[in-house]
């Protein structure tokens, strides 16, 4: 096997790095040759990295296996939520080829950046930068999949197994042992047509394959009103009930559906 310091010097040498793993942090746990994977068979729980507890009920064995890839379609938020589950458990976590995936956006989801590296522009060897990232953090987020030829997304995906680290496709990744997206989206917060948006609700569901071909869905806030992700109260079904007019003087609350909030731009 090429020695990891060569692996990240040929890989990563002149990319732009961002986060608490910036430039020769990066290059330092890398260079430790420290694979999540060590011992895998006798970790037992360690074999999952974990994640937040409101996300818990949407993965069979309520975390992200090691080794798995997943994918996560189209929402910024709910891959921010993943990272951050992770890195507050202690995993150290990279996100390369995600230019809009900006730290601040990442510190206000609770993402620990001590623990997270950004690579942005991983060059023309996204796979190859991969693959460095994949022999020393547990979990590497990967956008612009549409790069990766087929036999690249195997190649990596056998090397995540081999490592024990988590690929998490942003948009989609052939193959992913567990897919998410979200399925329904409410904002709230505006009432009569001013204020400011607060939180949202949204439905996320997740499939895949083997364990996990099961749907399963949950309700979230994300972000709640507190600014963090939370369990939502599943919705009952209400029957017809008598009219009740408000009382003089009250506002009837408002339900906006919005399309992104003003704080969390990236965070689609």
Known sequence: MVPLTAVASRTLAGRPVAGGLAAGGLADRLRTGASPAAALGDRGAEN????LAPLVPLFPAGGLR??????VEGSASLLLALLAGAS???SWC????LPRLGAAAAAEAGVDLSRMAFVPDPGTDLAGVVAALADGMDVVAVGNGIRLHAAEVRRLAARARQRGTVLVGFGGW?????RLSITSSTWHGLADGSGSLESRRVTVQAG?????????TTELWLP?????????PVRTEIGPA????????ATPAVQATHPAHPAHAVAG
């Open 242 to 249: 008598p009219l009740v007019a408000p009382a003089a003087g």
């Open 208 to 216: 895949g394959r083997g364990s996990a071909a099961r749907p399963r």
């Open 94 to 97: 990279a996100a390369v080829g």
């Open 48 to 51: 999952l990295v974990p994640v």
């Open 66 to 71: 090691r080794g798995s890839t997943v994918a």
């Open 224 to 232: 709640g009103p507190a600014g963090t992700i939370a369990a939502a």
């Open 88 to 90: 507050a458990a202690g």
């Open 174 to 178: 052939h193959g992913a042992e567990v």
